[in-house]
């Protein structure tokens, strides 16, 4: 999640792939045979930062009419929801967006691909699509459990153009000594490039939150940038030990996390993140870069 482009242009491309970013329990996580479709409205926002800030005609960060038509569209496009886009809006979209259809062909249907090859054996998709598009597309549904595609445009016009981050941290995080839980035997390469991620989310969400400790986490994107199909939170915590103490805290409720980081840890280990490469990088520190998403995508450094 360093690299939003990075990330973005995996929801725009090869939805039937063996290897999906979006994991397919992470997106439905079903106990019956119902589809939640957890995180849609965090997919759809960095789709739609992307479109308005590097396919439309933006002016003075404000939408005019027909750039928010469209975004809405495009969205509305992505999901392919059996019945929701009329031929003359299905045409409209795609006479005014010629580039982005041009560039990303599978944006049109997304979704649908992607529940075709991963999740058919969850939900059949007229079902599927009629609880979500219903939803989507209704303000008062919003109001009451979620976001729907105005909400999600107006976020997306808040948080801006997609960036590409680099988490500076000193070199000693390399030789640092993390211990297990139970304080025995040092812990994994594969454990200590999950912190460095966790760190970097943490360091990401308070860009928006300077002064605060703790931070809601984007828990699912954050899952898929590690390549965990599972909800639980063991997967994703750092449950180690640093100086005899946990570095890191988390406080989870169904689907929602907030997470923190020492700030003695902080300090030690000299965390920043910075959204353009350092022009410099002195001795003691690395930047590090994102690679990709799952487990064998480390983040490496410069």
């Given at each position: 999640?360093?690299?939003?482009?990075?990330?973005?242009?995996?929801?725009?491309?090869?939805?039937?792939?063996?290897?999906?970013?979006?994991?397919?329990?992470?997106?439905?996580?079903?106990?019956?045979?119902?589809?939640k479709?957890?995180?849609?409205?965090?997919?759809?926002?960095?789709?739609?930062?992307?479109?308005?800030?590097?396919?439309?005609?933006?002016?003075?960060?404000?939408?005019?009419?027909?750039?928010?038509?469209?975004?809405?569209?495009?969205?509305?496009?992505?999901?392919?929801?059996?019945?929701?886009?009329?031929?003359?809006?299905?045409?409209?979209?795609?006479?005014?967006?010629?580039?982005?259809?041009q560039?990303?062909?599978?944006?049109?249907?997304?979704?649908?691909?992607?529940?075709?090859?991963?999740?058919?054996?969850?939900?059949?998709?007229?079902?599927?699509?009629?609880?979500?598009?219903?939803?989507l597309?209704?303000?008062?549904?919003y109001?009451?459990?979620?976001?729907?595609?105005?909400?999600?445009?107006?976020?997306?016009?808040?948080?801006?153009?997609?960036?590409?981050?680099?988490?500076?941290?000193?070199?000693d995080?390399?030789?640092?000594?993390f211990?297990?839980?139970?304080?025995?035997?040092?812990?994994?390469?594969?454990?200590?490039?999950?912190?460095?991620?966790?760190?970097?989310?943490?360091?990401?969400?308070?860009?928006?939150?300077?002064?605060?400790?703790?931070?809601?986490?984007?828990?699912?994107?954050?899952?898929?940038?590690?390549?965990?199909?599972?909800?639980?939170?063991?997967?994703?915590?750092?449950?180690?030990?640093?100086?005899?103490?946990?570095?890191?805290?988390?406080?989870?409720?169904n689907?929602?996390?907030?997470?923190?980081?020492?700030?003695?840890?902080?300090?030690?280990?000299?965390?920043?993140?910075?959204?353009?490469?350092?022009?410099?990088?002195?001795?003691?520190?690395?930047?590090?870069?994102?690679?990709?998403?799952?487990?064998?995508?480390?983040?490496?450094?410069?």
């Amino acid at each position: 999640m360093l690299d939003e482009i990075k990330e973005v242009e995996s929801y725009l491309t090869n939805p039937q792939t063996d290897n999906p970013r979006i994991q397919p329990k992470l997106f439905s996580e079903v106990k019956d045979d119902s589809v939640k479709l957890y995180g849609i409205s965090e997919y759809l926002t960095i789709i739609c930062r992307y479109y308005l800030y590097n396919y439309s005609t933006m002016k003075d960060n404000c939408c005019d009419e027909n750039v928010r038509t469209n975004a809405k569209l495009i969205m509305r496009a992505w999901c392919g929801f059996s019945g929701d886009l009329s031929e003359d809006e299905l045409k409209k979209v795609k006479t005014d967006n010629e580039k982005w259809f041009q560039d990303y062909p599978k944006a049109d249907g997304w979704l649908r691909a992607y529940h075709k090859k991963h999740l058919k054996n969850i939900a059949s998709w007229d079902d599927y699509s009629s609880t979500w598009k219903e939803h989507l597309n209704n303000d008062l549904i919003y109001r009451r459990v979620g976001n729907c595609y105005e909400t999600i445009l107006a976020e997306a016009i808040v948080q801006g153009p997609l960036k590409i981050y680099y988490l500076t941290m000193k070199k000693d995080y390399e030789d640092i000594s993390f211990t297990k839980p139970d304080g025995k035997g040092n812990i994994s390469k594969p454990t200590k490039n999950k912190i460095i991620k966790f760190i970097a989310t943490y360091m990401l969400q308070t860009r928006f939150h300077p002064e605060q400790k703790w931070v809601v986490a984007p828990k699912l994107r954050m899952l898929n940038w590690l390549g965990y199909d599972t909800n639980k939170h063991t997967n994703w915590f750092p449950e180690v030990l640093w100086n005899g103490e946990n570095p890191f805290g988390r406080v989870s409720e169904n689907n929602i996390a907030k997470i923190t980081v020492n700030q003695n840890f902080i300090n030690d280990m000299g965390i920043k993140i910075t959204a353009t490469k350092p022009k410099e990088i002195h001795n003691e520190y690395n930047v590090y870069y994102d690679t990709g998403y799952g487990k064998k995508s480390p983040i490496d450094f410069l």
